[in-house]
């Protein structure tokens, strides 16, 4: 029997769209005919967390993120999935808040570099991602390094997320920058380069680049429906 999957989302909006219509075609191409995904989704206001982001209150998200959860574990979700790279910066917190398993975007996209047969990668998100050690740490862990790119680019990168891709705006001119980036750190060695804000997938595609491009808003919606036909849950 197919689980249902319980979708923290709204982080943006852009994404959670995209996760909803991956893990339904998915699933259409798993089971054929009319099927599609059981998803119960819950929707956040995403300007409050941004908000709290850019004091450092990430107490507050975790506690807005971890009674989002527990409203899904209430409404029959068996899977928790956080629709976004940066807020798995509370993934602790979440996981312990509920008793059904928390599916990690990082550890998934570990998953997805091993196939590739990728050791060391570059690592595209926000200030966040790519600077905290919540997700590095993670994939390093998996056994996957990551480099990131220079401090400026840094900050370019984070700003085109917040300006213009969470509010539905991809621009050829930001797509160029980012693909500038991606190269860049191929030529430092990268073998892949992990597009680690589920945005970025919206904006730069793999026909952009020779670079491999990995997409954890695909990556992550396809594991999440993986584990909801696993028995091993």
């Not at 904006?203 to 992550?220: A, E, G, S, W, Y």
Request: proline residues 3%.
């Amino acid at each position: 029997m197919m689980k249902t999957i319980g979708l923290l989302g709204g982080m943006s909006w852009e994404s959670s769209a995209e996760y909803y219509r991956v893990m339904n075609e998915t699933v259409k191409h798993r089971l054929g005919g009319l099927h599609s995904a059981k998803i119960i989704m819950f929707s956040v206001d995403f300007a409050g967390l941004r908000a709290h982001m850019l004091k450092g209150d990430w107490d507050a998200i975790a506690e807005e993120l971890s009674g989002a959860a527990c409203t899904l574990e209430k409404a029959g979700a068996d899977i928790m999935v956080i629709g976004t790279n940066t807020m798995h910066m509370v993934a602790p917190q979440v996981a312990d808040a509920v008793d059904v398993p928390l599916v990690h975007i990082a550890d998934a996209t570990a998953a997805a570099c091993k196939e590739q047969g990728a050791t060391k990668v570059g690592l595209l998100g926000t200030i966040f991602t790519m600077e905290k050690p919540f997700y590095r740490d993670r994939l390093a862990e998996n056994g996957i390094e990551s480099i990131v790119p220079s401090r400026a680019d840094r900050e370019l990168v984070d700003k085109v997320i917040f300006d213009e891709l969470c509010k539905g705006e991809f621009t050829d001119a930001a797509r160029k920058e980012y693909v500038r980036i991606i190269e860049d750190m191929a030529a430092q060695g990268a073998q892949a380069v992990i597009l680690g804000c589920t945005e970025i997938g919206l904006l730069v595609t793999p026909k952009d680049t020779d670079v491999p491009v990995l997409d954890t808003c695909r990556i992550h919606a396809e594991k999440c429906v993986e584990l909801a036909f696993s028995e091993e849950l």
